[in-house]
């Protein structure tokens, strides 16, 4: 059925906003067949952003593990994370349906910082919505964002995390929705998001494929990648999704598996509705979306892309956990060993594959470094003072 | 005749008040009710109302909401609808959810518009319960025949863009449609950003009825509903 991924997807919005989902839609489908708005962006992907981003052997790394590791180095490009690569498609999008203003949500900040980023470079108003927890704990990406020229708006309700600041965006999107798009920042939201942050984001999978072949002269063995909405994960598995290579998602497992101390919705969660889409949701018994938690904030979202669940029911990728404190010494052992220091999202991949190195002994492995790890020094210092 | 709505959440300010508002509505005859089951992530509603649901689902789950609503069945002698969101509904299956609250008339879920509104529409009416479907000033006329041609209860015109508790106004967009929803089968009731009898009346130029939320929710919370019923009920 068009908009789901199996039974996943839809368009769960007000009825206010299926004329906007229409519009991008059809500017989406017109994008993709314009040859000069598809060279535009690769321009600006090459020249602007920095693609494309290295395939990095880690040797040092590679060493300690007992595997053959190579990092698809997303934190190298502008702007810090690979949020730049869907930000700068939606802009464009944004243009096409000749709209003046753009809005978005954010919680680690990347996402707000790369909308900024792209409405500065095009001269479009810019407002973000971000949760007060986040503004705290992410500080210096809200002075970025300001610097670009957002105005940042903090949401101090509900959760003050990142679901707090989709339900204002989406709040925002209503009332102003003639003249305004939503970039959504994830693989999450009604249809046509997924499709449209994936298909942006799935330039990494394409090149992380074509640099391996010609590095390692085969596909690898794995490919990791963090999972909070699933942005990340989707654009580097798409370019293996057809491939005989294993294809491992990593949530944040938080403090614990107990309901409320973590992120891990498709490991723990079961199938509900929340902003715009079906798909796995951490929920109580009578479906209340409960709080949850995760070190990361770009992971602390108890919601998940809905093309992750029907990969997740499928069984073409899997889905593992990796812990708060398993997530900081990942950030740890990549600073250290490879002078990397990696967003703490990214962290959650490394850390997964340390705790699982006898899985992944003698293998090919290509982690996701889907960030870099700058805005996360005030959070490592608060934990372990000074002395880091 | 122009038929006046009531928009309450679910056991607020508390039970007693919250009954004693439904048995004031009844004397005072308001035509049908809508009462809200708080939802944690209330992405249609303005601040007022999310203010108000967020506070009761801190002290209250959904047990509770169907025992207020029960009480409420019992005591309102018209109407009754139950207006929430679309995961309550169905996080637990939506023919259980149809099945438990039977005894309601009909049912709105904010966030399921007309596309996606089949597997719960035919569910709830196994169950005798009616599906509320939303039109805006936007709905493409397709669509608009369509919800004409499939609704099997009253038709919520959305006058405003935004969520609850904004300004009322009518434009083109808005008037061009319900012109052309007049001959529709079922009521046709205009809702979102209604405060006076002076909004009412110009609704009804248009419509069957209206539906008023954030006023009645604000007003009750001061204690002033039966005052503020009085002043919107011709």
Redesign the interface.
């Known amino acids: 059925m068009k908009g789901y991924y199996g039974e996943y997807g839809g368009q769960f919005v007000a009825e206010t906003l299926i004329g906007a989902l229409d519009e991008l839609e059809e500017a989406f489908k017109r994008f993709k067949k314009d040859r000069y708005a598809r060279k535009e962006l690769n321009d600006l992907f090459k020249n602007y952003a920095g693609r494309p981003t290295p395939l990095y052997y880690a040797k040092n790394l590679s060493d300690y593990l007992g595997c053959e590791v190579y990092l698809k180095r997303e934190d190298l490009l502008h702007s810090g994370a690979h949020k730049l690569n869907n930000t700068l498609g939606q802009a464009i999008l944004t243009k096409f349906m000749d709209k003046k203003r753009i809005i978005a949500e954010t919680g680690a900040g990347q996402h707000g910082v790369a909308t900024a980023t792209a409405a500065a470079l095009l001269g479009i108003e810019c407002v973000v919505y971000m949760g007060k927890v986040d503004a705290k704990r992410q500080r210096p990406n809200l002075l970025r964002m300001r610097l670009l020229g957002a105005d940042v708006r903090i949401v101090e309700k509900g959760s003050m995390t990142l679901k707090s600041a989709i339900n204002e965006a989406l709040r925002d999107w209503v009332r102003n929705v003639q003249n305004t798009h939503y970039i959504l920042g994830s693989v999450v939201g009604p249809y046509p998001f997924p499709e449209i942050v994936a298909y942006f984001q799935s330039v990494i999978g394409k090149e992380a494929k074509r640099q391996i072949l010609s590095q390692a002269k085969r596909l690898p063995d794995c490919v990791v990648a963090c999972v909070g909405g699933g942005s990340n994960a989707i654009g580097v598995f798409k370019g293996f999704l057809k491939d005989d290579v294993e294809l491992i998602g990593v949530e944040a497992g938080g403090e614990s598996l107990e309901l409320g101390r973590h992120s891990a919705t498709l490991t723990e969660g079961k199938p509900g509705i929340l902003h715009g889409a079906l798909s796995y949701l951490l929920q109580d018994e009578f479906g209340q979306v409960v709080n949850v938690h995760s070190i990361s904030a770009g992971l602390d979202y108890p919601g998940v892309g809905p093309e992750h669940s029907y990969l997740k029911n499928t069984g073409r990728v899997k889905y593992g956990v990796c812990f708060d404190n398993e997530a900081l010494e990942g950030f740890k052992v990549l600073s250290r060993l490879e002078g990397i220091i990696p967003a703490l999202e990214s962290a959650h991949a490394v850390g997964y594959v340390v705790k699982s190195r006898d899985y992944f002994k003698g293998k090919t492995v290509v982690i996701n470094i889907s960030g870099r790890g700058d805005k996360d020094l005030g959070i490592i210092e608060a934990l372990e003072g000074n002395g880091v | 005749m122009c038929k006046v709505g009531i928009y309450l959440v679910c056991d607020y300010p508390d039970r007693s008040r919250f009954l004693e508002a439904i048995k004031l509505c009844d004397e005072l005859g308001v035509d049908f009710l809508e009462i809200g089951i708080p ?3 209330p ?2 509603d ?1 601040d007022t109302i ?1 203010r108000a649901a ?1 506070e009761v ?1 801190e002290r209250e ?2 047990d509770d909401f169907y025992d207020a609503l029960k009480s409420a069945r019992e005591i309102f002698n018209r109407k009754l609808y139950v207006m929430t ?8 299956g939506i023919e259980n959810f149809a099945k438990r609250f039977s005894f309601i008339d009909g049912v709105i879920l ?7 509104s089949k597997r719960f529409k035919d569910i709830f009416k196994k169950y005798g319960i009616g599906f509320v ?4 000033p ?3 006329f397709e669509t608009l025949e369509r919800i004409k041609a499939s609704a099997n209860d009253f038709i919520y015109f ?1 006058s405003i ?3 609850t508790g ?1 300004e009322f106004c009518l434009d083109g967009d808005a008037i061009n449609r319900l012109e052309l929803l007049k001959e529709s089968e079922q009521d046709v009731i205009i809702g979102f950003g209604i405060k006076t009898r002076n909004d009412v009346r110009k609704a009804c130029k248009y419509a069957d009825g209206v539906v008023i939320g954030t006023e009645a929710v604000k007003s009750l919370a001061s204690d002033k509903l039966g005052e503020f019923l009085k002043s919107v009920i011709d």
């Open positions: 939802f944690s992530d992405t249609a303005g999310e967020l689902l789950g959904m969101y679309a995961n309550v509904v169905y996080s637990n904010a966030d399921v518009p007309f596309r996606e479907y939303f039109v805006t936007e709905t493409d959305v863009r935004g969520t904004g």
